[in-house]
């Protein structure tokens, strides 16, 4: 049935780069062109419902390449098509739209909005879809349960942990349903166990079909997706397959800590 | 629905900084009650000036014979016909009353006190009004005390303290030359002026006066009152063309009459209540333009301090209208509650009086500050808005 689906992400020669004349450096360069040496730019297809760690180094482009897929950025060259749509044709209020119904964030840093409450955070995305306010609330709060938040809904960010910080993002960016789940180190400033309990949902919504794009460099956060693509000078390096895209994310259930 | 999600996240966004939102709406608040109460300030000098000038009978225009200055022919002299002339002219509707004025020096009497008053005035009822002579107590005396020559008098108040001191004169007899007077009324004090002293008065009908004292000839001054301030020249030009008439005389620079008004008071009045309305109002405009450079800065300050926070949203899929807006909005708010609250402060200002002077509240200027505070509101955070809505999300988002 997937296998009919077209890819949710299809990337073809993207290049990233910044600076000018001799001072360019590329972020993302994909392998150089034999011969004269260009860069030939990085191309990707994520399937619907896979989990994808995307690894390696810091400066090796896989924020870049987070950027990009997220409509944060625009590569300097190279197509971008998401669920089928070119994003490199869209305006800024397109763009924003996709951000807003195809992707859900979550950021290493957590990237609430300060002084606001858990299930007015949930509700911002909601909000800026024009949702209306019951609506609005229903949701959220459904979103905040999934993560086992339901309790918190009145708490501001500084009045929760990392950990229950991290999940009210993850809440935030489920809540539209979006296409695509685009988290960047999400586990990157948690403890061991904050860290089991966010990828236990993050697990549990690939499981569900959501597509999971996550960016990591640790290899025990990488053990739980289905596809993990390496990434070394902005270029992939390797791309190994853990688990058929439509079966179970491979950690499900087995986590270390629980 | 959008409006008022972003009205809420304004709303938020002040409520997160509320001593800083303060200070800010306080500068704005400055402003504008500045502008209300110097404004009113202003146009209360303007109105004590204009009161103080109509006390002396702003409205007032004098007519006197012109002493035979060189002219061959015998000057003729101001009558009762005259006066008569002007006020029955239907073709002069500036000209609100008129009043012959005949004047005399009498010594008074009453009892064993014997006292010199000022002037005997010989007038008509429209006296009183024209000269802005008020009755403090008792009555004018009428029209028909006038047809019947009766020998009643009003005295002024410095004349009733001469004579009677703390004694009430209404319905005393007093003698003045030989004659016999019953005092009807006294006036109020309007106040010295210079020379002549306008409370050192005893006012009695022009028939009475006349045959008395001056005899039934010409009249000394006829009082003219114009229906307003504005329009005296207006009835200086009717008065002087009526005359001309009356007098038969064809060329007005050759007028047996003299007519003498405040109007030069008038201008002078109008200049200088003007040019200080003007400086307080631009002393006022200054310090709510420093207010609204204070909404430009503490908007840039949130600007940058919530650039993160901007990020987040753009990430979340907040299109750029909507954070313009939030943060036109927050701008906006700031200059409308600081403006509401100094039209408040600004109102309740007005009620005490400044330097001696009491305010009189214009009300345009009360909607103009108001509305001029709004639109410094959405034009100074309109910089700051349109800064934050353009940030590129990737950009905002690693800011620290």
């Known amino acids: ?258 | 629905m959008m409006f008022w999600q972003m009205l809420r996240f304004a709303l938020g966004g002040l409520a997160a900084n509320k001593v800083r939102s303060a200070l800010t709406m306080l500068g704005v608040l400055i402003g504008v009650a500045a502008v209300i109460v110097l404004l009113a300030v202003g146009n209360g000098s303007s109105v004590a000036v204009k009161d103080s000038i109509t006390a002396l009978g702003t409205n007032s225009l004098t007519v006197s014979a012109n002493g035979a200055r060189g002219a061959a022919t015998a000057a003729k002299k101001l009558t009762v016909a005259d006066a008569k002339a002007l006020a029955t002219a239907t073709d002069a509707p500036a000209i609100k009353s008129v009043a012959p004025v005949v004047t005399a020096t009498a010594t008074a009497l009453y009892g064993n006190i014997s006292y010199q008053p000022g002037s005997i005035v010989g007038t008509y009822p429209a006296y009183f009004e024209t000269s802005n002579q008020k009755i403090a107590h008792g009555d004018y005396f009428s029209e028909d005390d006038v047809l019947n020559s009766r020998k009643v008098a009003v005295l002024g108040s410095a004349t009733a303290k001469q004579l009677f001191d703390t004694e009430d004169p209404v319905g005393k007899r007093i003698t003045i030359g030989s004659t016999p007077f019953t005092v009807v009324g006294v006036l109020q004090t309007k106040g010295s002026t210079g020379f002549n002293d306008p409370d050192d008065v005893v006012v009695a009908p022009l028939p009475t006066v006349q045959n008395a004292f001056t005899g039934f000839g010409s009249v000394n001054q006829i009082l003219v009152q114009a229906t307003s301030a504005e329009r005296t020249t207006e009835a200086q030009n009717d008065v002087s063309r009526i005359l001309l008439g009356t007098h038969a005389i064809a060329d007005p620079t050759k007028a047996d009459f003299r007519i003498s008004s405040q109007s030069s008071l008038l201008t002078a009045r109008e200049s200088t209540t003007q040019t200080f309305t003007v400086l307080l109002g631009a002393v006022a405009a200054i310090s709510l333009l420093v207010g609204g450079i204070g909404i430009t800065n503490i908007m840039l300050v949130t600007v940058t301090e919530r650039t993160r926070e901007i990020g987040i949203r753009k990430a979340l899929g907040a299109p750029r209208a909507v954070v313009l807006g939030q943060f036109l909005l927050e701008s906006t708010l700031l200059s409308v509650l600081g403006a509401g609250l100094g039209v408040l402060a600004g109102l309740l200002g007005s009620h005490f009086s400044i330097v001696g002077i009491k305010p009189v509240v214009i009300p345009e200027s009360v909607l103009g500050a108001f509305g001029i505070a709004v639109a410094i509101g959405l034009f100074f955070g309109s910089y700051p808005a349109n800064r934050a809505a353009r940030l590129r999300p990737i950009d905002a988002l690693r800011h620290e």
Do not use: W
């Not at chain 1, 089991?196 to 990591?216: K, M, P």
């Open chain 1, 1 to 258: 049935m997937t296998e009919q689906q077209p890819p949710v992400i299809q990337i073809r020669r993207v290049i990233k780069s910044y600076g000018h004349g001799d001072a360019v450096v590329h972020a993302l360069r994909g392998p150089s062109a034999p011969g004269s040496g260009e860069p030939l730019g990085v191309s990707l297809d994520i399937e619907q419902g896979d989990f994808v760690a995307v690894m390696g180094s810091s400066g090796s482009g896989k924020s870049t390449l987070m950027n990009i897929l997220g409509c944060l950025d625009v590569p300097t060259s190279g197509r971008y098509l998401l669920d089928g749509i070119d994003v490199g044709h869209l305006d800024e209020g397109q763009l924003s739209l996709v951000r807003n119904r195809k992707i859900g964030f979550v950021f290493q840093s957590f990237n609430l909005v300060p002084r606001t409450t858990a299930l007015a955070q949930v509700e911002l995305p909601l909000a800026y879809a024009g949702v209306r306010a019951a609506e609005r609330r229903r949701r959220a709060l459904a979103a905040l349960t999934m993560v086992g938040l339901a309790g918190r809904a009145g708490h501001k960010p500084n009045q929760l942990s990392g950990g229950q910080q991290q999940r009210v993002a993850v809440a935030r960016a489920l809540v539209t349903s979006p296409a695509m789940l685009l988290a960047d180190e999400p586990t990157g400033n948690l403890d061991s166990h904050s860290t089991e309990e966010v990828l236990s949902i993050i697990d549990g919504l690939n499981a569900e079909g959501r597509t999971v794009v996550l960016i990591t460099h640790e290899d025990e956060v990488a053990r739980h997706a289905k596809r993990v693509v390496r990434l070394v000078d902005g270029a992939i390096v390797s791309d190994v397959r853990q688990a058929k895209v439509s079966g179970p994310p491979p950690a499900l259930g087995v986590g270390v800590g629980a």
